[in-house]
Structure formats: C-alpha cells, structure tokens
C-alpha cells in the first residue's frame, strides 16, 4: 500500500507561482511512475503532468511551458512547480502514483485569483 500527502497548495493572485510537493511512504518510490492530475468544480479529472521511473515527463498541453515536474527519489517526494498561473488552473491537485496497483492522495486546493 502506498500512501501520498500533497501539500504546498493555496491561493495565489494570476501570474504568480506555487509548488507543490506529494510524500509518498515505500522503500521503492523510485520504482514509482508517478504524477499531477487537477479536478476543477463541475469537470472531469484531467492528467496534469506525469513522470515516469526513468525520469521521462509529459505535460497536458494547458500547461506546458509554465509547469514543471521532478521527482526526488532520495526524499521519496514528488514536485510541482508552477509559474504564471492563471485562473483557469484553479483546482484541487491530485499525487498519484502506480506500481502494481494506482494510488491517489487526498487533494490540494489551488485558488488562482485576484
């Protein structure tokens, strides 16, 4: 069983910037794909980013050149960086991770406003 806790969530005005960080417990995190997924009020979950256990990443196209995603296998932690955000990134943010089985964590909200 793999347990995920995001944190790093908040409100912040447009253009600014937020990271957000998911703990993910196992001795072998590194062998985790793993990723950032967003649910908006009245939308579908949608794949935010994804990075795999060879460190290869994708990105949904609304967020590319503006997010970053890394992966911190000593710390077993898994990161978020975004810049210049707008209010349509307003969501709670989902970790998820798969090896054998998908896990998701609890959720963090974002709140892009001004």
């Known amino acids: 069983q793999v347990q995920l806790v995001e944190s790093g969530g908040g409100w912040v005005q447009p253009g600014g910037s937020l990271k957000l960080s998911c703990s993910a417990s196992?001795?072998?995190?590194?062998?985790?794909?793993m990723g950032w997924y967003r649910q908006a009020p009245g939308k579908q979950r949608e794949m935010v980013a994804r990075i795999t256990r060879d460190l290869s990443t994708n990105y949904a196209d609304s967020v590319k050149g503006r997010f970053t995603i890394s992966k911190d296998n000593a710390k077993r932690l898994l990161y978020l960086q975004m810049n210049d955000l707008s209010p349509e990134d307003t969501a709670v943010y989902y970790c998820y991770a798969s090896f054998r089985d998908e896990y998701w964590g609890q959720g963090t909200q974002v709140t892009v406003s001004s």
């Open positions: 196992g001795s072998i995190f590194r062998l985790y794909n």
